[in-house]
Structure formats: C-alpha cells, structure tokens
C-alpha cells in the first residue's frame, strides 16, 4: 500500500525556499519533512527551470505545456482537413 505525502504546491514552494534562500541543507529539510532528499532536490530543479508553474499538480500540465499541446492539436487537425 503506498503512503505517499501529498504535498500543495505552495508547500512545494516554501521548502525550496527554505533550501535555495536560507541555504539549509535538502537532507535536513527531507527528514524534518519526511520525504527523500531526492524529493527535495528535484522540487529545487523544478522550480529554477519553471519558477512559478514548476509545480502545476496531478494530471495537469504547466501553461507552457498546455498552449504546446493545443497548438500541435491545431497543426494536426488542418493537416487532416
């Protein structure tokens, strides 16, 4: 049976501050926590690579990603016609 936490996005948001702006360590944020300082380090990634939609939540794609997706929806439908 899986036990995952399941965290906000703000929450997200908070940690990596906590790393990136008051430099704690991503191992001693991930035991406070209790997840895996893997965790950690790839919402850290996440959010410099995506800054605010770094985190857009289960199922949902990033603002970027959606208008990519429409776009080649749109693409693919007026090559059909």
Do not use: C
Request: aromatic share 6%.
């Amino acid at each position: 049976m899986s036990n995952k936490n399941k965290f906000t996005e703000d929450y997200k948001k908070e940690i990596v501050k906590l790393v990136t702006e008051l430099g704690k360590k991503p191992t001693d944020v991930a035991k406070d926590i209790g997840v895996t300082p893997t965790s950690i380090r790839r919402w850290v990634k996440q959010y410099s690579l995506h800054g605010e939609d770094a985190f857009p939540g289960k199922g949902k794609l990033r603002p970027a990603d959606a208008e990519q997706k429409r776009l080649e929806k749109e693409n693919k439908d007026l090559k059909e016609e």
